[in-house]
């Protein structure tokens, strides 16, 4: 049974940082591309980062220069490093492995208020 549990978020000031993490079950870690998805309220849920098992990552343009994905194979878990987080990147942010058809994490608030 493959499981992912996250946690790290909650509520920021703008400009502040977060770091969220996703550690995996069930599956050879290694082996498999990692995503983190955000979905704020009313909208869909869109890609924020990837990483694949050769450290290869993507950026959507809107987070470019203020988060980091990494990932330690050896723990199971991949990270996202949140800095100078703005009031628009508030939403719930969802772990994402590419395995089989897919799997989601239960998901993470973070609020970026004053």
């Known amino acids: 049974q493959v499981q992912l549990v996250e946690s790290g978020g909650g509520l920021v000031q703008p400009g502040g940082s977060l770091r969220l993490s996703c550690t995996v079950s069930?599956?050879?870690?290694?082996?498999?591309?990692m995503g983190w998805y955000r979905q704020a309220p009313g909208l869909q849920r869109d890609l924020v980062a990837s990483?694949?098992?050769?450290?290869?990552?993507n950026y959507v343009d809107s987070v470019k220069g203020r988060v980091t994905i990494s990932r330690d194979n050896d723990k199971k878990t991949a990270y996202l490093q949140m800095n100078s987080l703005k009031p628009e990147d508030t939403a719930i942010y969802y772990c994402?492995?590419?395995?089989?058809?897919?799997?989601w994490g239960q998901g993470t608030q973070v609020t970026v208020s004053s």
């Open positions: 069930g599956i050879v870690f290694s082996y498999y591309d």
């Open positions: 994402y492995v590419n395995y089989g058809s897919g799997r």
């Open positions: 990483i694949s098992p050769g450290y290869g990552t």
